[in-house]
């Protein structure tokens, strides 16, 4: 499943985001199938042919695993640009930066894709080879800087951690592996980080503040404890989380979540919107 047919469509003419989607995101792979298992009540062959994607992709590249790649599983190329006219005020590109980033987050979700096909029985020994690889993977790298759902500079991004929690904790119980309890246990450990580092005193997630510059809610990433790099939110400029923009609410829905200061570069597709 691809998440667009055609490539440099941009949101509306002129505008700038008009990049090419002609790839397949595993995220997308995962909100599908999980939409489908839940709403099917049972076995399905959406379900299993993306578990088939996401198994194969895990047991190909382990750690190295990317958010995206072509439909018959190579790497999705660089970005460049065509010197071609394309949708007015947009240029032509292919190939796409996310084929080369690492995104937490996807691990987690891949988790809970295959905890949802041991539900219902449909994991075999190569899903359940890959589902240790995930969390092998998630034990090796949780720390790490990443660039998290929204593709944005590399950063400990609490949306990721959180995706990441849920899916060692599905896993733990729906899997039912002889190391269950360790993978409940890292959950623990990685939800320590955003619990007491990413909310605020009534408990809504958030970033810390900078000094004299109020981090807006809307950003999810926060500063890890001592030992490691510190990472602040930019303040935020005029635009849709404080007001200044003359844009309307239903204009600005999809990228309220996104922290200010940094470009957006993928939008939610449309599976993931249904799920």
């Given amino acids: 499943m691809v998440a667009a047919a055609p490539t440099s469509l941009p949101e509306h003419a002129g505008s700038e985001r008009d990049y090419d989607y002609r790839y397949a995101w595993l995220r997308d792979q995962c909100y599908a199938g999980l939409a489908v298992a839940v709403a099917a009540h049972g076995p399905h062959p959406l379900t299993d042919a993306a578990v088939g994607v996401a198994t194969a992709r895990v047991l ?4 190295r695993l990317r958010p995206a790649y072509r439909v018959d599983g190579r790497p999705v190329p660089g970005e460049r640009a065509l010197p071609l006219s394309g949708y007015p005020g947009a240029a032509d590109r292919v190939g796409n930066r996310a084929g080369h980033q ?6 987690g979700e891949i988790l809970e894709l295959f905890a949802a096909a041991g ?3 449909r994991l075999d020994a190569d899903g359940v080879k890959a589902a240790h690889t995930a969390v092998a993977a998630l034990e090796e790298n949780w720390t790490r800087p990443e660039t998290g759902l929204w593709e944005l500079p590399p950063a400990w991004w609490t949306h ?3 995706a990441a929690v849920c899916g060692l904790r599905s896993a733990a119980r729906d899997i039912r592996p002889p190391d269950a309890d360790r993978r409940r246990d890292l959950a623990d450990r990685i939800l320590a980080e955003p619990a007491a580092a990413a909310s605020t005193p009534r408990g809504a997630g958030s970033a810390p503040p900078a000094p004299r510059a109020p981090t807006p809610p809307c950003c999810g990433r926060w500063s890890p404890r001592p030992g490691r790099p510190t990472t602040r939110c930019s303040p935020p400029p005029a635009g849709p989380w404080n007001g200044n923009s003359p844009r309307t609410a239903s204009s600005t829905a999809s990228t ?3 922290p200010p200061g940094s470009a957006t570069r993928r939008e939610p597709s449309s599976s993931a919107a249904s799920s």
């Fill in 160 to 162: 990721s951690r959180l």
């Fill in 119 to 121: 539900r219902q029985d």
């Fill in 60 to 63: 190909a590249d382990g750690d």
């Fill in 102 to 107: 690492f995104q937490l987050d996807t691990f």
């Fill in 256 to 258: 309220t979540t996104t």
